[in-house]
């Protein structure tokens, strides 16, 4: 008798065990799924940790006279953004607290972009979806690394811009000149792809890219969409993720999937430089006195009543060089500048609110090199990078740069 009571009132603490065992994991399903976004790739990913927004150092944040001046103050919607942001950043005590990080990423933006850019129907459709978005600076990560760096300083982390079908671009890079290696003098070089959310129109390549990251442990990917416009948006969550996850780094080269590097040269020209200028580095192929296109058949069109200004002297987005020193303070300045849709512009305006000048180097040709130099390996093994190349040709260069038989 009394083992059956026993028994009965074990069955029912196992009952109510299974059952608060079920609410929870329940409970945990559905926050889950009222999280989650909406496409295929984000359910079947498992790491879905947003990286921890970081609190930039330093809070106060000094934006340049020169940059300032440099943007007429006028009806333009980007310039107008700007400089009352500034207005509320001086004369707020904590400029940076504003609302969850990625609570932009998700709404539309349609009404107010209606009340205030009067002529947003004649813009470009791809200026437009800019537009609506370019509040979201944060979107939530769908594939980290965080552990990519460890606690051992990085000398050299490259942060390469693609997209998620670039999946032989993104090889011909780890074969080649983001091989993650220990360099000659104990020099450690890392790398990392930045991706975007594939779209709902591409096939499903999110198994794929699940085992590519696994495999390589070299994928990042947030949710954003793809685009051209998107890029600024891109860098921007490189350096979140750089400065969450790699801090201790003494470079960063950023730059695109289809560039052949010269790692030993680049490694060369960092090496040589003295510790002021290694601090303080912006450096690349120099566009100094560029303007807005006003064409609109042109892929980089501003219309007038978007932006007025000129462009401040900014490095090619192909290939560049920052040094980690640089990172907290260009991020947390980025932070009140608004989303410019031509990235590497807008990493030129960071760096001019920051008062940090760009550095030419004529071994960066972000425009390519002369037609019948593209042959010539001797020209490669002296320059630091080249755009463009497709990964047949980064193989094809790289081997032939370091083949003992080149005499130059
Ligand atoms: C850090 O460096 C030390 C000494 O060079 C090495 O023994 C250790 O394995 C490194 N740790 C990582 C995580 O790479
Ligand atoms: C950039 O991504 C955000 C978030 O996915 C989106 O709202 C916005 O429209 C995108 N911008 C462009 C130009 O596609």
């Not at 929870?24 to 927004?53: D, F, I």
């Not at 000149?177 to 591409?202: I, K, P, Q, Y």
């Not at 960092?270 to 120099?286: M, Q, W």
């Not at 009543?305 to 040094?323: K, L, R």
Request: glycine share 6%; proline share 7%.
């Amino acid at each position: 008798m009394r083992l059956t009571q026993r028994f009965r009132a074990m069955l029912l603490l196992s009952a109510l065990f299974l059952v608060f065992l079920y609410s929870t994991v329940h409970k945990e399903v559905v926050s889950g799924a009222e999280q989650a976004p909406k496409r295929a790739l984000v359910r079947q990913t498992a790491v879905r940790t947003p990286v921890r927004t970081q609190v930039p150092t330093p809070p106060k944040i000094n934006v340049s006279s020169a940059f300032r001046n440099s943007i007429p103050e006028n009806g333009a919607y980007w310039n107008r953004l700007l400089h009352s942001g500034l207005k509320h950043t001086d004369k707020a005590k904590d400029p940076l607290s504003r609302d969850p990080p990625w609570h932009h990423c998700r709404e539309t933006n349609q009404d107010l972009m209606d009340t205030n850019v009067h002529n947003l129907a004649s813009y470009p459709l791809l200026l437009q979806n800019f537009l609506r978005g370019m509040k979201c600076r944060s979107p939530p990560f769908l594939m980290d690394q965080p552990d990519k760096c460890g606690e051992n300083a990085t000398f050299l982390l490259f942060a390469i811009k693609s997209m998620p079908a670039n999946f032989e671009q993104r090889q011909a890079v780890r074969d080649t000149w983001g091989r993650e290696c220990l360099h000659d003098g104990g020099l450690r070089v890392r790398t990392v792809f930045m991706l975007g959310a594939a779209s709902t129109d591409d096939p499903d390549l999110s198994a794929l890219l699940q085992f590519e990251a696994e495999r390589y442990g070299d994928v990042l990917q947030a949710d954003f969409h793809e685009s051209l416009f998107n890029l600024t948006l891109k860098i921007n969550t490189f350096l979140q993720w750089t400065l969450d996850r790699c801090p201790r780094v003494s470079f960063i080269f950023s730059g695109d999937d289809d560039v052949v590097v010269n790692t030993p040269a680049l490694l060369g020209y960092l090496l040589s430089l003295d510790s002021s200028k290694a601090s303080r580095l912006y450096a690349g192929h120099v566009i100094k006195t560029a303007s807005p296109l006003r064409d609109p058949k042109s892929k980089y069109f501003i219309p007038m009543s978007f932006y007025e200004g000129p462009y401040p002297a900014y490095v090619g987005g192909g290939g560049f060089v920052i040094s980690g020193a640089l990172l907290a303070p260009l991020y947390s300045t980025c932070e009140v500048i608004p989303f410019f849709p031509i990235d590497d512009v807008y990493v030129g305006m960071c760096f001019s609110a920051l008062g940090v000048s760009p550095e030419a180097h004529a071994g960066f040709q972000t425009f390519d090199i002369r037609e019948r130099d593209r042959e010539n390996l001797c020209v490669y093994k002296k320059l630091i990078l080249v755009h463009r190349r497709s990964p047949q040709q980064v193989k094809r260069i790289w081997r032939g740069i370091h083949s003992p038989l080149l005499t130059c």
